[in-house]
Nanobody
Framework: VQLQASGGGLVQAGGSLRLSCAASGRTFSNYAMGWFRQAPGKEREFVASINRSGGSTSYADPVKGRFTISRDNAKNTVYLQMNSLKPEDTAVYYC???????????????WGQGTQVTVSS
């Protein structure tokens, strides 16, 4: 699976962004999808995941209630709607594909290139 993330940018605190991740190469609906992020000097961390049908989602505590993951299997795309953004959300955001619905990085076999999100205070 090839993954292409987009939608990052610079936004003020309290603002919103929607990230997209377009998949190609294999059957998108066969994969659970996840979003991860990595801030400068920090390890990559889980943000959100969604199962193959879109019926189940999981979120990291820092983003619960502010971020929403969704997918459109007809468009081979997964989204991350980010609202009420905070400066601590600043990071490179990566989408990833896994055969299993998971909230850790190890099952994810395929990764996108990342998109920068910067939240100014």
């Amino acid at each position: 699976v090839q993954l292409q993330a987009s939608g990052g940018g610079l936004v003020q605190a309290g603002g919103s962004l929607r990230l997209s991740c377009a998949a190609s190469g294999r059957t998108f609906s066969n994969y659970a999808m996840g979003w991860f992020r990595q801030a400068p000097g920090k390890e990559r961390e889980f943000v959100a995941s969604i199962n193959r049908s879109g019926g189940s989602t999981s979120y990291a505590d820092p983003v619960k209630g502010r971020f929403t993951i969704s997918r459109d299997n007809a468009k081979n795309t997964v989204y991350l709607q980010m609202n009420s953004l905070k400066p601590e959300d600043t990071a490179v955001y990566y989408c990833a594909a896994s055969p299993f619905f998971a909230a850790v990085a190890s099952p994810y076999d395929y990764w996108g290139q990342g998109t920068q999100v910067t939240v100014s205070s």
